[in-house]
């Protein structure tokens, strides 16, 4: 390491003329700062690395640049669950969010040193900015999703908005298909790099909390104690909705009647999820929707039948509204620096990938009064443009989007709850001082040896505390087996009640059952996968521990 940094140079060794420096920073106001500064510190950086780079530097040492920032980036925008797990593959990626935050943030800096420099000085920048543009391509090559389009979907109500949202100044690079498993998706026209604008949208047709404002019935609304400006959009989308005359009749006609979210799941599909945790988050979620809505209705109709009509205000359009938002919309700084939550026509047509081709979008250009929808990594004419909804479980995404993502998806983990005076934490070593602990498929983990089982390592460290808070300082192979075997024991008495727990899904015909049902199955199932790896994990485990404990008491 120390090696290939002095390969590059410094200010002390060459004159400033003749390098160029990157500074990377871990920010102190990261929440995970103390565990990044641990393990940035561990792989021999610092806090702060400036990477020198001398500008007539040969193909050799650009490359040992780009993969010390590439070290210290992956670091900095690991994530609380690519942390806690810490999966690197042979290539040194922690995930693919995580390379592609990691390779746009050096590549942002890049291009911020490019505008910085004169003319006859950028050469190198520009080498090391086609090397970055490499690696992208590299990544999506891996990465590329087939878009399965079914031509005898019609989308003349979407192309009719695409029409409308063009005429109001709406610039794009996409156009609306039927995504055979998916949906409604938006397809590139033609190939797009890093840095091309997919989409971009004007403020006048992003539907914001100032509709509401100009409303008759803000006056009334805001007067409500505890009333958010997302509770009062929700309210308004319900009336504009049947507005003939709405500015947006366009947009909400693109909707669908049902949104078939998890809050919609029917009783049969609820059943099916015994034991699983999105049966927990749907319980929660239907229940506070049902306060919220209780506490509105029927006294809002009541008191301004004009203004809130209870036709228009029932549950059921309540529900749907509610589904709308959460499922449809963004939350978008604006110009003043406020967060918004908001409506975007067109740009609700952006799927979510595990592997999305926009990251960063949620900021009005303030020069242009626009939102722009930039790619962080390649598109291919014909092939699905994404985007990524946040770091959300299965659960989450089916409660609030209605949907099951495609591939392996990092956060759907098991949380497990222990009692805090259990383990002590171990305050000198941050990386192991966690607080909560989870669990997910054994099956993303690259180490299944003994004594990590491919099980995450802060949990595997918290339990042996918990078996002996001397654990850290056992010398005694023989011990630490034994402290191993313990914990893996009492791991599968755990899973072992959480897979007795579930519900049984044998018996269901998923080919004829409705589309709640088959939701619900395929989440118990993959409740079930997880849960069964982690089993077969701990089953394995024990199976070492008393390979090698034989082995000691032979030789003893």
Request: glycine share 6%; with cysteine; net charge negative.
């Amino acid at each position: 390491m120390e090696e290939d940094k002095q390969q590059l140079g410094s200010h002390d060794a060459v004159e400033a003329d003749d390098v160029y420096s990157l500074v990377l920073e871990l920010s102190e106001n990261d929440p995970l700062f103390e565990k990044k500064k641990k393990l940035l510190c561990d792989k021999g950086f610092g806090m702060k690395e400036s990477i020198h780079i001398k500008r007539s530097c040969c193909p050799d040492s650009l490359s040992t640049a780009l993969k010390l920032m590439l070290q210290i980036a992956r670091i900095i925008h690991l994530d609380e669950v690519e942390l806690y797990f810490r999966e690197v593959d042979p290539l040194g990626h922690y995930s693919t969010r995580n390379e592609m935050e990691a390779l746009n943030w050096i590549l942002s800096l890049v291009d911020a040193s490019i505008l910085s420099q004169l003319q006859n000085q950028k050469n190198g920048l520009q080498d090391l900015r086609i090397s970055i543009l490499s690696c992208f391509h590299e990544l999506a090559a891996k990465n590329t999703e087939e878009s399965r389009v079914d031509k005898n979907y019609s989308c003349d109500k979407e192309n009719c908005l695409i029409d409308w949202a063009k005429r109001k100044g709406v610039q794009t690079n996409l156009q609306i298909a039927y995504i055979k498993g998916a949906g409604r998706g938006a397809i590139a026209v033609k190939d797009l790099d890093v840095g091309d604008i997919a989409l971009e949208i004007p403020l006048s047709i992003i539907i914001s909390e100032e509709l509401v404002h100009k409303s008759d019935m803000y006056q009334i609304l805001e007067k409500i104690d505890g009333m958010t400006p997302e509770t009062m959009l929700l309210l308004w989308s319900m009336k504009e909705k049947h507005n003939c005359n709405s500015d947006f009749k366009i947009y909400f006609d693109t909707l669908p009647e049902h949104f078939n979210t998890g809050l919609s799941f029917g009783v049969d599909a609820i059943m099916t999820l015994e034991g699983t945790l999105l049966l927990e988050e749907l319980t929660q979620a239907k229940e506070h929707l049902r306060t919220q809505y209780d506490a509105l209705f029927p006294e809002l109709s009541n008191a301004h039948p004009d203004i809130f009509p209870s036709e228009l205000y029932t549950w059921e359009h309540f529900l749907w509204a509610c589904e709308l938002w959460y499922s449809n919309s963004l939350k978008i700084m604006f110009a003043d620096g406020k967060l918004r939550t908001c409506l975007i026509p067109v740009a609700s047509f952006l799927n979510h990938s595990l592997y999305p081709h926009i990251v960063h979008y949620g900021k009005i250009d303030s020069a242009t009064n626009s939102l722009k929808f930039p790619l962080s990594r390649p598109c291919s004419a014909g092939e699905q443009c994404c985007l990524r909804y946040g770091s959300f479980s299965s659960s989450h995404l089916i409660t609030f989007y209605g949907f099951l993502p495609e591939g392996n998806n990092p956060y759907d983990v098991i949380p497990l709850d222990f009692d805090d005076d259990q383990a002590d934490g171990v305050e000198d070593c941050p990386l192991t001082n966690w607080t909560t602990h989870m669990v997910r498929g054994t099956w993303m983990s690259n180490n299944h040896d003994i004594f990590y089982y491919g099980l995450p390592s802060p949990l595997l460290d918290y339990l042996r505390r918990a078996w002996s808070p001397t654990s850290c300082t056992i010398t005694s192979l023989r011990a630490k087996l034994e402290c191993d075997n313990e914990i893996l024991e009492n791991l599968l008495s755990i899973f072992s009640g959480m897979m007795d727990g579930f519900g049984d899904t044998e018996s269901i015909n998923s080919r004829n059952a409705s589309w709640d049902v088959k939701l619900a199955v395929k989440y118990n199932d993959l409740q079930k996968m997880i849960v069964s790896s982690i089993l077969t994990a701990c089953y394995s485990g024990k199976n070492m521990v008393k390979h090698e404990l034989s082995k000691g008491a032979g030789e003893e």
